[in-house]
């Protein structure tokens, strides 16, 4: 059991979970997720990791409230416990000195880029974030990442707060200015896919960070499977960063959309258990 | 053994075999001749003392039978539902030249479930303590009973498992209505209660590997990690939506409970149509699965012919009765999908016999031009697992072998590095539940061995 620290809604559909997990604390490294569940009838889903504290053995969650876990996540209060948490999983992301890395984040995906970027200026690199959200109350660890980065650019889709710009658009102005050696895309598939469709080009090392549908995250079961550059790969165990060029970005959309029918179905059940008291939790 | 009839299975998850009572038990048991030279123990890849426990279910003493069997076999409630007896010990009774052979299985898990649930026998005293400590890697039927057999022994016994479960493939992968998963945790809580320590969520070779827990605190490592490494056809159309490995299906409706979703939280496609493709026990499992969870068509397609296939006979027996349809001599080709990616087809060739290869088998050749498709929105892949290559990838001087299994003394289990042993699937390659018990029991003999003089 993994007691819960602080659990806030950073925006209406955007949690924030501080929550104890000792071990992974310890060991986990920019890049690596966890499997969590909530309880005895949960199921099992990835969240990337985006803060660690050592002392205090805790993790940092972001999660968007999605389904029926994420849904069920944002309603726990500070003391209560998720039953499980497996990891740290997944290869690190290869943080090594490469000279100018773009770190580019999307909504969500700027909490798992965090610890990328802060390790990518750690080993030296000098750090350009590139951050992207739909308006300005969806932005999140501006300040976190603008503590971090070299540069720091901030798009939004509306215009209401930083550049009015996709962040592809912000990453053609740097690729016009000066040479970019790596880039890091986390974000929502179609957002890596045209960041990746971009560097492909100029071959410019492209990492991505895959969010494939898992349920054990040791290998075991496939259901992650994903395909990179012609050939299978399971995301948990081979990824969770897949070189952008490689991946079938198409496919990967697909098969995230499978369970699209039961995650209503388990979502209305939910709903409607929350509204008439008979919520388990 | 009274049975639960088709029509009675087809919606739930209730074991199917209903057991024997005590008066029957005694009565089979009185069939047992007592031979001298008892063929069926060598039959048994554990080698319990068969004729021994049966001897006491005659007698009545169904507790002295347990005691027998324990000496042996740690999970014999479980060994009484999985073992494939008709090819192991049932296959050897003299009897069964005859006549119909002692059904030795039906008694053992007789023996247990009484056991359990009449005498609920607490668990025996270690036999004296000692200062050393083993770490045991999966909580699977090999982890099990070594842990089982080492705690007996007095060793302080912490075993790390990945899932949020304990049991390996008796959890994740043998279904609720073959393995009732009450047994499974009656078997683990009695290893807590002789103080074995149980750390689950921990795949260990992704952050601490064997040399962290050899370095820290432990005297000897058993890695008994199985064969879960989920084998493709690698045929156009296998991510579609809709097809699955059987790692994953089974998963999904055994360990994740997906069979009363929305219950549970897992969900699993409910499909009309189901293709299960493989012919071993997994493959049974899965298509008894499927058929449980509503499908009106369950299609079983294997490359040979009846007589080739890997699974038990029973199984086999009980996947026919249930409607499973047989699509023998038949290998798929490709799968097709719609617009939107989900499953809707796989394109299959007949296949005939031909000449015997290395494993004896008549191999499967195409019949040309005898293309068919047939239609179905999920496909499960049952062709068999790899080893899982985590704790290879990851310690240093463990030798493997070109299929990536570990590399032991098949008589001590021991690896290539010192204080590691190794046993079950990820020894071996899938095999069966009792062999990897079996090579448990050896590693746990060969460690107490190890930690007792040291010598390697």
Redesign the interface.
């Known amino acids: 059991m993994h007691t819960i620290h602080s659990n806030d809604l950073v925006q209406p559909t955007l949690g924030r979970m501080v929550v104890d997990a000792p ?1 992974v604390a ?3 490294k920019a890049g690596q997720f966890i ?1 969590l ?1 909530i309880d005895e ?4 889903i990835p969240l990337t990791i985006a803060d660690a504290d050592k002392e205090k053995g805790t993790i940092t969650l972001y999660y968007q409230i999605v389904g ?2 994420t849904r069920k996540m944002s309603l726990l209060k500070k003391g209560d416990h998720l ?7 997944g290869h690190p992301t290869d943080v090594k000195r490469y000279g100018t890395v773009a770190c580019i984040g999307g909504g969500i995906g700027i909490a798992p880029l965090y610890p990328i970027s802060r390790a990518m200026k750690e080993a030296g690199n000098r750090v350009v974030n590139i951050l992207g959200a739909r308006s300005k109350d969806l932005l999140i660890l501006e300040d976190e990442l603008r503590a971090i980065g070299d540069e720091t650019i901030v798009c939004t889709d509306d215009g209401s707060y930083g550049k009015k710009d996709f962040v592809t658009g912000a990453l053609r102005d740097l690729m016009a200015k000066e040479n970019v050696d790596v880039v890091v895309a986390i974000g929502p598939v179609p957002m890596m896919k045209a960041v990746s469709d971009m560097t492909r080009e100029p071959a410019i090392r492209t990492f991505v960070s895959l969010n494939s549908i898992m ?9 992650c ?3 990179i550059g012609g050939g ?1 790969k399971f995301t948990c ?1 081979d990824g969770p960063e897949f070189n952008g060029h490689e991946v079938d970005f198409d ?1 990967l959309v ?2 995230l ?3 699209r029918g ?2 209503r ?2 979502d209305e ?1 939910h709903k409607h258990a929350c509204r008439i008291g008979l919520d388990r939790n | 053994m009274p049975e639960l009839t088709p029509a009675e299975r087809k919606n739930n998850f209730n074991e199917i075999p209903l057991g024997y009572s005590k008066e029957t038990a005694m009565l089979e048991a009185s069939r047992c001749i007592q031979c001298k030279k008892p063929a069926c123990v060598e039959g048994c890849p554990v080698n319990v003392d068969i004729p021994g426990f049966i001897k006491e279910i005659t007698d009545g003493n169904i507790s002295g039978a347990f005691s027998v069997l324990k000496r042996t076999n740690t999970l014999p409630a479980v060994c009484g539902r999985v073992c494939p007896q008709e090819s192991q010990c049932e296959a050897q009774c003299i009897l069964g030249r005859k006549f119909e052979p002692v059904a030795i299985g039906k008694l053992e898990r007789f023996v247990a479930d009484y056991e359990r649930e009449v005498e609920n026998t607490a668990a025996r005293e270690a036999d004296g303590k000692k200062d050393k400590k083993v770490a045991i890697i999966g909580a699977g039927p090999a982890g099990l009973t070594a842990a089982g057999d080492l705690a007996q022994r007095g060793y302080a016994v912490t075993i790390f498992e990945a899932l949020h479960s304990p049991g390996g493939v008796l959890v994740y992968g043998i279904p609720q209505f073959r393995l009732p998963k009450e047994i499974v945790h009656y078997e683990i809580e009695a290893l807590k209660k002789r103080g074995v320590e149980l750390v689950l969520n921990r795949v260990v070779g992704m952050s601490q590997t064997v040399d962290d827990l050899l370095d820290r605190d432990y005297d000897a490592v058993f890695v008994g990690t199985g064969a879960g490494l989920p084998l493709f056809l690698n045929i156009a159309g296998e991510n579609l939506k809709g097809v699955y490995s059987a790692n994953e299906y089974l998963t999904r409706a055994n360990l994740m409970k997906a069979y009363k979703f929305p219950e549970y939280d897992t969900p699993i496609i409910r499909g009309k149509n189901i293709a299960v493709f493989g012919g071993g026990n997994v493959a049974m499992d899965a298509a008894r699965v499927a058929n449980r969870l509503g499908a009106e068509n369950v299609y079983l397609v294997y490359r040979r012919s009846r007589d080739e296939m890997p699974a038990r006979l029973e199984e086999i027996h009980h996947a026919d009765e249930e409607g499973i349809n047989f699509q023998l001599l038949t290998n798929p080709v490709r799968f097709l999908g719609d617009e939107s990616g989900n499953l809707k087809g796989v394109e299959c060739l007949r296949m005939e016999l031909g000449e015997p290869d290395e494993s004896g088998r008549r191999r499967p050749v195409t019949v040309k031009g005898s293309e068919f498709i047939i239609d179905v929105d999920v496909a499960i892949i049952a062709i068999g697992n790899a080893p899982n290559p985590i704790i290879q990838k990851s310690t240093a001087g463990l030798d493997t072998t070109k299929w990536g299994t570990i590399v032991v003394d098949s008589e001590t289990m021991k690896t290539s590095k010192k204080g590691v042993f190794a046993g079950g699937d990820i020894v071996s390659g899938a095999a069966t539940v009792i062999e990897a018990m079996g090579a448990g029991r050896k590693a746990a003999a060969a460690i107490d061995e190890f930690c007792t003089t040291g010598a390697w």
């Open positions: 071990y310890e060991y986990r499997i569940r009838f949960g199921e099992r029926v876990t039953q499980d948490i497996a990891g740290p999983l349920v054990d995250g040791t290998g075991m079961c496939g259901g499977r994903v395909t299978t165990v496919e697909s098969r959309g499978t369970y039961e995650e179905v388990s059940k």
